[in-house]
């Protein structure tokens, strides 16, 4: 399973938003990662556990125990990738400033 999500959306002409939309095959969310109200973050928030739920499905038939969702997150510099993961987390999990190479280093 897989969830997409465009950041800056904002800045986005809308035409353009409706041409992803309409292209992807998954659910395909347009946020503001930095301003972005919590009603667009519970869509890709119910998103994120809906697939973790049907990994673990899949775990489950094969015998396998359940485990957290697994979650890349992938992107140009400086699209706001921190910043979603900080308001997903709910807490400051990841580096985020506004200049660039804040995040450059591997953090694991």
């Known amino acids: 399973p897989r969830v997409v999500v465009f950041t800056f959306a904002d800045l986005a002409p ?3 938003l409706s041409d992803w939309r309409a292209a992807m095959e998954e659910d395909v969310f347009f946020v503001d990662a930095r301003r972005g109200g919590d009603k ?8 994120l556990q809906k697939c ?12 396998i125990a ?8 992938v992107g140009y510099p400086n699209v706001g ?7 997903l987390a709910g807490r400051k999990a990841a580096k985020s400033e506004d200049r660039a190479g804040v995040t450059r ?3 694991w």
């Open 14 to 16: 809308p035409k353009v």
């Open 40 to 47: 667009e973050f519970r869509g890709v928030r119910g998103a």
């Open 52 to 63: 973790g739920r049907a990994v673990n499905e899949k775990r489950k038939k094969k015998g």
């Open 66 to 73: 359940p485990r957290s969702a697994r979650v890349a997150v």
């Open 81 to 87: 990738k921190s910043a979603l993961i900080n308001r």
């Open 105 to 107: 280093s591997l953090g």
